[in-house]
């Protein structure tokens, strides 16, 4: 493959509740669900890049995702499942699907999140990987993503294979997409098809009307466990069926199948070969038991909120809360990520420097489990929950959140801030900031600065020194006039917005001084 498989569409958050039924509820005859278990998983066009990852293609995801829990959770599960997230803004809550079940049975589907809203622009890095994609799966669940104007003048122009799943509720597929791929029930909304027809009949007329309509090279309608028919253009259609009939675990199938077509597209199959392997891997899915097992475990849990003092800023609602708030009156949103275990001078000077580039800070804060992956079984010294209220005690912090993995991409790929500020030495060969998130900035079209870094401020120096002579540790001379004064903002938006500092320039105060605040030679970890 020349490129990544690109994925565009909308994400849901699904949920699968699992649960025993032992008795009704007294004041009405519906069964009670004792819940045992729960799971979280992409939905949408967030499984079908799961899939496509999951056979090891290099993918990228091109979806909206909103400022809520719900967002947070899905760009960590994505990050978990090895997919690339160029995000779009999203207003408004991320749409969920919740489905009740009990002895592999679904009792009830419960879909939340409002409304449809309109995505973002997509940013530049979008419209170059669609570009430069070696196939594009757009997966359409009619919430406006396959919509945007710009997205869809890229999908035009595109040389990749496209292969188009299309929603009822969703727009027309760009002209000289290769495939289409509706199921039954789909094609007979998006075509009128004369009543009174076999079920061949009906799918080959719906799918010879929509390619001709969409001027599509072909249209494959998926009929559940008899496979597939494909309409080219040729008089006659070709019937491609299951290897197998199986009973199961349906949801999810029609995902498989777009994928595994768009994935043999991009390795220069035939569309007949395309659909052929599709059906395959569809029957083989729905028969092993559906996306139950299909999927790995989930991922972590979100680390859990922090109460007490302090704790009103920390969070994912808290950093939501306060990111909306910011873009809302079109100001700059600014994050920082770390350890910062044992809080120190150089760690409030990376902070305050951080804060007077934009509206709003944001810290990403590595968890317990994050620190002690990276430092070793020894760390953190200060647990989480008191990092995060040492940190959101600071003025110039306007919210804290904790996140699981190892580096802050999947929780970067959320917030979509601005300016992301690292603290040290980062510079590369040619004198330009080589930080690891930089390229992550870019999906969205934000930037990455370091500030100067403050000498003697070690953590790692800290807690050894610490330990070796078990008495107070100094940390260095008083701090200079060099360093920022402290932030007087009250947390939440300040009124105006800063312009984010290009890679090369040296970071700005909002008043248009330059930013001299040092941090700690270790960076903020």
Same mark, same amino acid.
């Given at each position: 493959?020349?490129?990544?498989?690109?994925?565009? +569409?909308?994400?849901?958050?699904?949920?699968?509740?699992?649960?025993?039924?032992?008795?009704?509820?007294?004041?009405?005859?519906?069964?009670?669900?004792?819940?045992?278990?729960?799971?979280?998983?992409?939905?949408?066009?967030?499984?079908?890049?799961?899939?496509?990852?999951?056979?090891?293609?290099?993918?990228?995801?091109?979806?909206?995702?909103?400022?809520?829990?719900?967002?947070?959770?899905?760009?960590?599960?994505?990050?978990?499942?090895?997919?690339?997230?160029?995000?779009?803004?999203?207003?408004?809550?991320?749409?969920?699907? %919740?489905?009740?079940?009990?002895?592999?049975?679904?009792?009830?589907?419960?879909?939340?999140?409002?409304?449809?809203?309109?995505?973002?622009?997509?940013?530049?890095?979008?419209?170059?990987?669609?570009?430069?994609?070696?196939?594009?799966?757009?997966?359409?669940?009619?919430?406006?993503?396959?919509?945007?104007?710009?997205?869809?003048?890229?999908?035009?122009?595109?040389?990749?294979?496209?292969?188009?799943?299309?929603?009822?509720?969703?727009?027309?597929?760009?002209?000289? %997409?290769?495939?289409?791929?509706?199921?039954?029930? &789909?094609?007979?909304?998006?075509?009128?098809?004369?009543?009174?027809?076999?079920?061949?009949?009906?799918?080959?007329?719906?799918?010879?009307?929509?390619?001709?309509?969409?001027? $599509?090279?072909?249209?494959?309608?998926?009929?559940?466990?008899?496979?597939?028919?494909?309409?080219?253009?040729?008089?006659?259609?070709?019937?491609?069926?299951?290897?197998?009939?199986?009973?199961?675990?349906?949801?999810?199938?029609?995902?498989?199948?777009?994928?595994?077509?768009?994935?043999?597209?991009?390795?220069?199959?035939?569309?007949?070969?395309?659909?052929?392997?599709? #059906?395959?891997?569809?029957?083989?899915?729905?028969?092993? =038991?559906?996306?139950?097992?299909?999927?790995?475990?989930?991922?972590? @849990?979100?680390?859990?909120?922090?109460?007490?003092?302090?704790? &009103?800023?920390?969070?994912?609602?808290?950093?939501?809360?306060?990111?909306?708030?910011?873009?809302?009156?079109? =100001?700059? %949103?600014? $994050?920082?990520?770390?350890?910062?275990?044992?809080?120190?001078?150089?760690?409030?000077?990376?902070?305050?420097?951080?804060?007077?580039?934009?509206?709003?800070?944001?810290?990403?804060?590595?968890?317990?489990?994050? %620190?002690?992956?990276?430092?070793?079984?020894?760390?953190?010294?200060?647990?989480? +929950?008191?990092?995060?209220?040492?940190?959101?005690?600071?003025?110039?912090?306007?919210?804290?959140?904790?996140?699981?993995?190892?580096?802050?991409?999947?929780?970067?790929?959320?917030?979509?801030?601005?300016?992301?500020?690292?603290?040290?030495?980062?510079? =590369?060969?040619?004198? &330009?900031?080589?930080? @690891?998130?930089?390229?992550?900035?870019?999906?969205?079209?934000?930037?990455? #600065?370091?500030?100067?870094?403050?000498?003697?401020?070690?953590?790692?120096?800290?807690?050894?020194?610490?330990?070796?002579?078990?008495?107070?540790?100094?940390?260095?001379?008083?701090?200079?006039?060099? #360093?920022?004064?402290?932030?007087?903002?009250?947390?939440?938006?300040?009124?105006?917005?800063?312009?984010?500092?290009?890679?090369?320039?040296?970071?700005?105060?909002?008043?248009?001084? @330059?930013?001299?605040?040092?941090?700690?030679?270790?960076?903020?970890?």
């Amino acid at each position: 493959m020349r490129g990544p498989v690109v994925v565009v +569409g909308d994400t849901l958050l699904d949920r699968d509740v699992e649960g025993v039924v032992n008795r009704l509820c007294p004041d009405s005859p519906v069964p009670v669900l004792d819940e045992t278990a729960h799971v979280d998983r992409p939905g949408g066009a967030g499984l079908a890049a799961v899939f496509a990852a999951a056979q090891g293609a290099e993918v990228v995801l091109v979806t909206a995702l909103a400022d809520d829990a719900g967002g947070a959770r899905l760009a960590s599960l994505l990050a978990d499942a090895g997919v690339q997230v160029y995000p779009l803004g999203l207003r408004g809550g991320t749409p969920e699907k %919740v489905r009740l079940r009990a002895r592999g049975r679904v009792l009830l589907r419960h879909d939340r999140g409002g409304a449809a809203a309109t995505p973002g622009e997509p940013s530049e890095a979008v419209l170059r990987v669609i570009a430069r994609a070696s196939a594009v799966l757009v997966s359409d669940y009619g919430r406006g993503v396959a919509r945007q104007p710009a997205l869809r003048a890229a999908l035009a122009a595109t040389r990749a294979p496209v292969v188009w799943d299309p929603h009822p509720r969703g727009p027309a597929a760009v002209p000289g %997409v290769h495939l289409v791929t509706p199921n039954e029930s &789909e094609v007979r909304e998006l075509v009128t098809v004369a009543p009174g027809a076999t079920r061949l009949a009906t799918a080959a007329r719906g799918a010879q009307g929509l390619r001709q309509r969409w001027r $599509a090279g072909a249209v494959a309608v998926t009929l559940g466990g008899d496979g597939a028919l494909l309409c080219h253009a040729g008089a006659t259609p070709m019937v491609v069926p299951a290897p197998a009939t199986a009973e199961g675990d349906t949801c999810g199938a029609g995902d498989r199948f777009a994928a595994t077509a768009g994935l043999a597209l991009a390795r220069g199959a035939l569309v007949s070969e395309a659909v052929q392997e599709a #059906v395959a891997e569809a029957s083989a899915y729905v028969a092993g =038991g559906g996306v139950a097992t299909a999927l790995p475990r989930p991922v972590r @849990p979100l680390p859990p909120a922090v109460s007490g003092p302090g704790g &009103e800023r920390v969070g994912v609602a808290a950093a939501a809360g306060v990111v909306s708030a910011v873009r809302a009156s079109g =100001g700059t %949103v600014v $994050a920082t990520g770390g350890c910062f275990d044992l809080l120190h001078a150089g760690h409030v000077a990376t902070l305050q420097a951080a804060r007077q580039l934009g509206d709003c800070l944001v810290v990403c804060l590595n968890s317990d489990a994050s %620190v002690t992956g990276l430092k070793g079984a020894d760390r953190p010294v200060i647990p989480q +929950g008191d990092r995060a209220r040492l940190l959101a005690a600071l003025s110039c912090v306007d919210a804290v959140m904790i996140f699981d993995e190892a580096t802050p991409h999947a929780a970067l790929s959320w917030l979509r801030p601005d300016v992301w500020v690292k603290g040290g030495d980062y510079a =590369g060969d040619g004198g &330009e900031p080589a930080l @690891p998130e930089a390229e992550v900035l870019r999906r969205w079209g934000g930037n990455a #600065v370091v500030v100067p870094y403050l000498d003697g401020r070690s953590t790692t120096g800290l807690i050894a020194a610490a330990r070796s002579t078990g008495t107070a540790v100094a940390v260095g001379p008083p701090l200079t006039d060099t #360093v920022p004064p402290a932030c007087t903002q009250p947390p939440g938006p300040a009124p105006g917005g800063a312009s984010a500092p290009s890679g090369g320039e040296r970071p700005r105060a909002r008043s248009g001084r @330059p930013v001299a605040g040092p941090s700690t030679a270790e960076g903020t970890r």
